[in-house]
């Protein structure tokens, strides 16, 4: 009896190290490039940065272009805008003590009118910026994306991943092998010559792209109140 509980007893044991070498293993990350096996086939992972495919691409500069002078038009509203909004406010200031309430009020009315609109045409500015943005962006990126598909089908990748998450975020993969980096293939599938080495894909620190920048901040002096 005793010896049938002992011998349980080691039973439980092996067991219980099989299963915890099962979970271990489970859990151990797996390397994007390396194959495995599945019941469609191998396994075979990729990664690419479409932001600095977009940034080699010939249309990249004309939409740089683009957006800089829609930029620039704006920016330059925005100046006269508050421009206008200062003088208007210097005028008031200097003067308000000789004004009559009625005056006075109606000053006011104009100087809070004007900041109204300032704060109105900065969140509109932003907006069709963005959208002028995406309606030049698309067109290339899906061109990007038709690319990187015809280069997974002929190189038998079943994944291709995007290296960056975007601005401010932390890169999808943290560490890839070189052999798992399709950027070069792409690009000639393009038939696009990078501009420099292609080490900032591979690193998650791809060129500035062609995102537009916000207007120029708000006034941030108050209209005058009663």
Known sequence: MKKNLVMAFVAALIMGGLGAQAQAQAQTPVNPAESSTTAAGPLKLGYTNIDYIL?????????Q????????Q????????????????ATYEKGAAQM????RA?????????QTRIQEFQRSA??????????????????IQTNIDAVAKE??????FNLDAGAGTTPILLFAP?????????????????????????????????????????????????
């Open 55 to 63: 940034s080699q691409t010939p249309e990249s500069k004309e939409i």
């Open 65 to 72: 272009n683009q957006l800089t002078i829609q930029r620039t």
């Open 74 to 89: 704006s920016e330059n509203e925005m100046k006269r805008l508050m421009k206008e909004f200062e003088d208007k406010l």
């Open 100 to 103: 009559s309430d009625v005056i």
């Open 106 to 114: 109606d000053r006011e009315k104009e100087l809070q009118g004007l």
């Open 126 to 143: 932003e907006s069709q910026l963005q959208t002028k943005y995406q309606q030049l962006v698309n067109p290339v990126v899906q061109k």
């Open 155 to 160: 190189n038998g990748f079943t994944y291709i």
């Open 178 to 226: 070189k052999e798992g980096d399709v950027t070069e293939l792409v690009l000639k599938k393009m038939g696009v010559n990078p501009q420099q080495q292609n080490a900032s894909a591979t690193t998650g620190s791809a060129p500035a792209t062609n995102r537009p920048a916000a207007t120029p901040a708000k006034p941030t002096t108050p209209a005058p109140k009663k």
